[in-house]
């Protein structure tokens, strides 16, 4: 029953965290410090990815019609515009993705660590907030639609930050969006959408990683701990997109910059400390 409300903890954790732009590996750290599973080191590896999942099945599930080319009444006119819309998450998804695959291991290995976390999470703050309060120009694309392949790509290249740990991959494309002139909402929409392929890839990366060094040896316990996570990230994430998408049409970013340089804060005292 423990193992059971620690798995359902991390759940909520990662549900919140994936989706705002305050780093869900920042908050998994602590939570790892505060709440140990008694799972493997492997395993835990592997859950921490894999447990995006049900953050992902949210996205999926929200967006279902603007992401589907068919159905609810679309028209060849809107079929066309929503595969279009999928050719901009590609192109946007090929940086990290190559990038990725060439420096998983390097980068788990040498900037994995709470240090590398901390100035991440204050860096990024500080960015957020300087974009969130110079004077801004009328973003030129405020829908999802109006984005361009160009402007598309550009947040891609953005989302390569989010390979450090801490930066937050929905915080880096987000800035990058902002800078680039999209909308708040047009770029969350598509970092939202985005996340789905990305997360998708990274999850497949680290079974197939974990399946090679392990095998399928999964305990009771684990599969218990991995479905329970999953089942509560899609069920927070679904309503905290939900009320980011509302957040946003009244108010900006500060507020997560600000966050974020606390956290970091706390989390380079804790561990400096240690």
Known sequence: MLEFLKAV?????????EWLPVSSTGHM?????????KVSSEFYSFFQVVIQLGAILAVI????????PWGFGKTAKDTKSTLNLWGKII???????????LLDDWLDEHLYNAIVVAITLILYGIIFIIIETRKKKKPVAQTMEEITYKQAFGVGMFQV??????TSRSGSTIIGGLMLGMSRKAISDF???????????ASFLKFVKYIAKVGFAFSSAEVMVLIVGCVVAFVVSYFVIKSLLSYIRKHNFVVFGYY?????IVVLLYFGLR
């Open 29 to 37: 750290i602590l939570l790892d410090e505060l709440v140990k599973l």
């Open 191 to 201: 970092t939202f959408i985005l996340a789905i392929p990305v997360m998708a890839g």
């Open 260 to 264: 974020r340089i606390v956290l970091g």
């Open 61 to 68: 599930i929200i967006y279902f019609k603007d992401i589907f």
């Open 91 to 101: 192109v946007a998804t090929i940086p990290a993705a190559v990038l990725g695959l």
């Open 9 to 17: 903890l991390f759940g909520i954790v990662e549900g919140i965290t």
């Open 161 to 166: 930050l989010a390979l450090i740990p801490g």
